[in-house]
């Protein structure tokens, strides 16, 4: 089957309107873009069923998110059965959330275990369907292949928003990418932009270092315990939803939540009309689980702030009126798609969010060839879903067009005998 590909493209390079001076690479198996969680699973989905892939990798080591911009106190936020990758679970030594070290060796474990090996340094800066095969661009090479599995996931980059006089503030403006420890804000006032799961452990980290961070919350949010009835709140919420409809789950989470953590809309944390459940199904907003935080805020450790009108010098004004100074500031704003700026593609992906356009759990597949692992709003139960269904419907193919091809070859011989 090779050779017949690598004929086609020997074929088609002497009239061909992407023809370039890169170095030209066939890929017998998909291209897969990036070596984050989602791509290690399809990896390893695909090489146990015994079809090659190629990783390629834009940094220098797989995982690079948890590698390099994530802080130091970050745990996994679901217990680690929800967080396995396919055919491989984690060690059982280790603790029910475990740290982000230990998750890093797990995945390179998995990638040793699988000989999964990226090609490292590869920043694909375009990908293209030219009628036949997928042609994938670095600044180095173009890669050609049969089948194109996007995994860049959710969080390719960084979400900085637009701050009327961030040029005059002064102070140090740092996304949480950029942010490792609390010890270096000892003492000093912090302003944490952003209320979900990073801001609140951010703010928790900043306290524990004796710094004094405030809290910009703008909208509403679903603050839940970590765990509730002896369980983890994530577990007991899958378990419940087994027997009873999403509104109903959500009614019991809130009710027992109230009883663990209080009413949190007196401490300026307003729950949404929507159900915790419902609402990340909706707009796959995610709850806060509380690892602490909230005691903190209750204690006055934290301060809450409503949104930011504008930014002076070493100072905020908020939309309230109130203005407060700073010596820092944290942006806690989350990620985004990078898909729209090198896939060239309007099917599958919208150009607006670079999600897959089709709803979980049916976003994991497109036309040509083309595939998306780990952009379900699901965490990494919903990477090893796609890569699981990635692998099955590629090894069909790949079985499909092996039997063609030698249908081909036996009919080719038999015309050769006859003449």
């Known amino acids: 089957m090779m050779d017949n590909y690598l004929r086609e493209i020997q074929g088609k390079a002497v009239h061909d309107q992407f023809k370039s001076s890169k170095r030209c690479v066939w890929v017998p198996g998909p291209v897969i873009v990036g070596a984050g969680p989602s791509g290690l699973a399809a990896a390893a989905c695909l090489k146990e069923k015994g079809l090659p892939s190629l990783i390629l990798e834009r940094s220098n080591c797989i995982a690079s998110l948890w590698q390099l911009q994530t802080y130091d106190r970050l745990k996994l936020h679901l217990p680690k ?73 959710e969080n390719a980059e960084a979400v900085v928003p637009e701050i009327e006089g961030v040029q005059e503030f002064g102070g140090e403006v740092v996304h949480t990418s950029g942010y490792k420890s609390g010890g270096v804000y000892k003492g000093k ?133 109130r203005t407060e100074n700073f010596d820092s500031i944290i942006l806690a704003t989350g990620y985004k798609s990078n898909v729209p700026s090198w896939l060239k593609e309007s099917e599958m992906f919208s150009e607006k969010d670079g999600l897959p356009k089709m709803p979980f759990p049916n976003g994991w597949k497109g036309e040509k060839g083309l595939y998306a692992v780990g952009f379900t709003k699901r965490g990494l139960l919903g990477a090893s879903m796609d890569a699981k269904n990635i692998a099955d419907d590629i090894e069909s193919c790949w079985k499909a067009e092996a039997k063609h091809l030698s249908s081909i070859s036996w009919t080719s011989q038999s015309l050769q005998r006859n003449i």
């Open 81 to 153: 059965n929800f967080c396995e990758l396919p055919l491989m679970p984690f060690p059982v030594n280790f603790p029910t959330y475990p740290s982000k070290q230990q998750f890093v060796e797990y995945l390179e474990e998995y990638a040793r275990k699988f000989e999964i090996r990226p090609v490292f340094g590869e920043r694909v800066v375009r990908a293209e369907f030219d009628g036949s095969f997928w042609r994938v661009s670095t600044e180095e090479a173009e890669y050609v292949c049969r089948w194109l599995v996007v995994a860049t996931g």
């Open 189 to 321: 006032r912090v302003l944490v932009v952003g209320c979900g799961n990073s801001g609140m452990e951010v703010c928790l980290d900043l306290c524990n270092h004796n710094a004094k961070p405030y809290l910009v919350v703008r909208d509403t949010v679903h603050i839940l315990p970590r765990e509730m009835l002896g369980k983890s709140t994530f577990g007991l919420s899958m378990w419940l939803l087994k027997w009873l409809p999403i509104r109903l789950v959500d009614q019991i989470l809130l009710v027992v939540s109230r009883l663990i953590l209080g009413d949190t809309g007196q401490y300026g944390l307003e729950r949404p009309q929507l159900g915790p459940l419902e609402l990340k199904n909706v707009s796959g907003k995610t709850p806060v689980l509380d690892v602490g935080t909230l005691d903190k805020i209750k204690s006055g450790d934290i301060k809450v702030c409503p949104g930011i009108r504008r930014l002076r010098h070493q100072s905020a004004e908020f939309v309230d009126g």
